[in-house]
């Protein structure tokens, strides 16, 4: 089975279940049948399928795997009624398909966390079966677990090392943990395998957009298209392409596209949503933001993705009620160090870090720095209000936050000092979502950053109550992150791992921050480059900072070398 998550710098295609319009003509089987209803381009996919289900033996365990292979086909569409009809006849067909089955039929009801143990139970049984590796693989990667993923995906190769699916979604995960170059290595071994890989040219082609290799990224989208017009995601991901570019004329059209063969596709309205407000055709953006808003969310980035479109209309809807709102070359900045946690035991560093962090961005001459100490919920809900209006009106806008985060199934949230978090259903309502966060800075007509120095190890998470029956995921550290727009965010520690606190005054990140913040015509993403490298330095490579997000090609700078007269 194909994946369907997007997991792009915009909202790109690495991981899909790819939608697209079926062929259902049969005809004499051939030899080659097997081999195409296996892992050929869609539409033949589906058509060699049904000529071995109807030409061949009723009861035959490879009739079984068809039904199985063709399952994948309907889920790719969106149909998973007919999915799990299919799946449901291969597990007739075959009792050793049953713990298989299940967990594919679970992956198509989006219910990830009950799919694993049914698919390690079919890896059990079948442990040279590339089909229930790559399946697991699938089940892992929509919920967000890319390592896992991996593992899976591995032993899916070494099973059948012609299986170009496996390299092909191998590749694609190492492209969600922005490893790109061993994404582009498995993508074009699965190319290699399948020449005629629409699958394999659509995620090499979002490698390769993410290097920064244009070109070759349009290419590889193009051809993917060409070997499948009816294919919705490499039309997302080179509108992407030319979003990026600010070539609107062109990349509306691609979304359009997508969405019409994809209507439930969540990620292109959210970028057609971009296109249209950011070329000023605000109730067609209005309209566009919403659906993301309507339709269903179980993944951590499409859940972060639903709180972004929120944002967006909160924001349109302001435009379209009051007009533009007038813009100034101001830059303002929310600061806030928590250090005295009512329930935990304080943080040395935050005070120290805030207020340093507040006095560099007064010297480079932010109009408004708001700085906030040791901040409860409902104070820090007050601070962001006021940032947020703030925002709206200046150029640049930037939040630092220096205290404890906590993830919560693939979501990132700040904790206010007077969170108690006794069990993980109080999470929502005693913390402060990083998607709201994002919302705020992203209002600013130039740059939104938010830099988080909070991936410390979490107290809570030890002595936090579990409700009955929870599927829910707390990690160590922050959750991967796929900003929008023109909105960096930084991490002290990349995703999932945890920062130190630092012997000095300062934490490692913040004091490798401020050491370079200052420096004349440093770009904003150079500056994040040496914070990573110095950081890394410091700390003997136990902690590596992230920068999640991606620019246009305006180069932004915090301090302006003076003109030579």
């Known amino acids: ?92 067909l075959d009792s050793n398909l049953a713990s298989l089955g299940l967990g ?29 590796h790559n399946a697991l693989g699938n089940a892992y990667n929509l919920k967000g677990d890319h390592d896992r993923a991996i593992e899976a995906y591995t032993a899916a190769i070494e099973a059948d090392p012609q299986f170009a699916f496996g390299f092909r979604n191998r590749g694609a995960a190492y492209g969600a943990k922005r490893e790109h170059d061993r994404a582009i290595a498995d993508l074009d071994q699965a190319i290699a395998i399948s ?51 600010r070539d609107y004329a062109r990349a509306l059209p691609d979304y359009n596209k997508a969405i019409a063969l994809e209507p439930t596709y969540g990620t292109a309205y959210l970028n057609r949503g ?41 924001r349109v809807t302001k435009e379209l009620q009051k007009g533009a709102a007038e813009r100034s070359t101001r830059r303002v900045a929310l600061v806030v160090g928590n250090a005295r946690y009512a329930h935990a035991g304080p943080l040395a560093n ?37 940032f947020g209006d703030l925002a709206e009106k200046a150029e640049w806008a930037v939040v630092f936050f220096a205290g404890h985060g906590i993830e919560v199934n693939g979501m990132t949230y700040l904790i206010p000092v007077d969170a108690a978090l006794r069990r993980d259903t109080h999470v929502a309502d005693e913390t402060i979502p990083l998607t709201q966060i994002q919302g705020k ?31 829910r995921s707390i990690g160590q550290g922050l959750a991967r992150i796929e900003p929008e727009g023109n909105v960096l965010v930084a991490y002290a520690a990349k995703h ?3 920062a130190l606190d630092g012997d ?21 993403n150079f500056l994040f480059r040496r914070v990573r490298d110095d950081v890394r330095m410091s700390t003997k490579r136990q902690q590596e900072p992230f920068l999640y997000g991606s620019l246009g090609s305006e180069p932004l700078y915090f301090k302006s070398a003076p003109r030579s007269p």
Not at 210 to 221: F, K, N, V, W, Y
Not at 302 to 312: F, G, N, S
Not at 360 to 384: C, I, M, N, P
């Open 350 to 386: 935050p005070r120290n870090d805030a207020q340093a962090m507040a006095a560099a961005l007064r010297r480079l001459g932010f109009s408004t720095v708001l700085e906030r100490h040791d901040v409860t919920h409902k104070e820090l809900q007050q601070a962001l209000r006021d």
């Open 195 to 245: 020449p005629n890989f629409p699958d394999g040219y659509n995620s090499r082609g979002v490698a390769f957009e993410s290097l920064g290799q244009i070109d070759r990224a349009l290419s590889d989208l193009g051809k993917a298209i060409a070997l499948e017009p009816t294919f919705s995601r490499p039309y997302n991901n080179r509108g992407n392409v030319y979003l990026r570019r």
């Open 274 to 314: 971009e296109v249209r407000w950011r070329t000023r055709d605000l109730p067609k953006a209005l309209a566009d933001f919403r659906k993301v808003v309507e339709l269903p969310a179980t993944t951590g980035i499409e859940r972060q993705y639903k709180e972004l479109a929120r944002a967006r209309i909160e």
């Open 504 to 524: 000095g005054a300062n934490s490692p990140f913040t004091k490798a921050l401020l050491a370079s913040i200052e420096e004349p015509n440093l770009e904003v």
């Open 1 to 92: 089975m194909q994946l369907r998550r997007s997991c792009g710098a915009l909202l790109s295609g690495y991981l899909f279940f790819s939608a697209v319009a079926l062929l259902g003509q049969s005809g004499t089987a051939t030899a080659d049948d097997w081999g195409e209803c296996k892992q050929g381009p869609t539409p033949s996919r589906v058509a060699a399928c049904t000529r071995l289900i109807e030409k061949g033996p009723k009861k035959s365990k490879t009739i079984a795997l068809a039904h199985v292979y063709r399952a994948g086909a309907y889920r790719n569409r969106g149909d998973n009624t007919r999915s799990i009809a299919e799946i449901t006849r291969a597990m007739q």
């Open 496 to 498: 999932g791992t945890t």
């Open 441 to 471: 800075v992203d209002a600013a007509a130039k740059l939104g950053l938010v830099i988080l120095d909070s991936c410390r190890n979490n107290p809570f998470i030890a002595k936090m109550t579990r409700a009955a029956g929870a599927t």
């Open 104 to 132: 594919l039929i679970l992956i198509a009801k989006r219910e990830y966390d009950l799919a694993i143990p049914a698919l390690n139970e079919a890896v059990r049984k079948s442990p040279k079966s590339a089909l229930a």
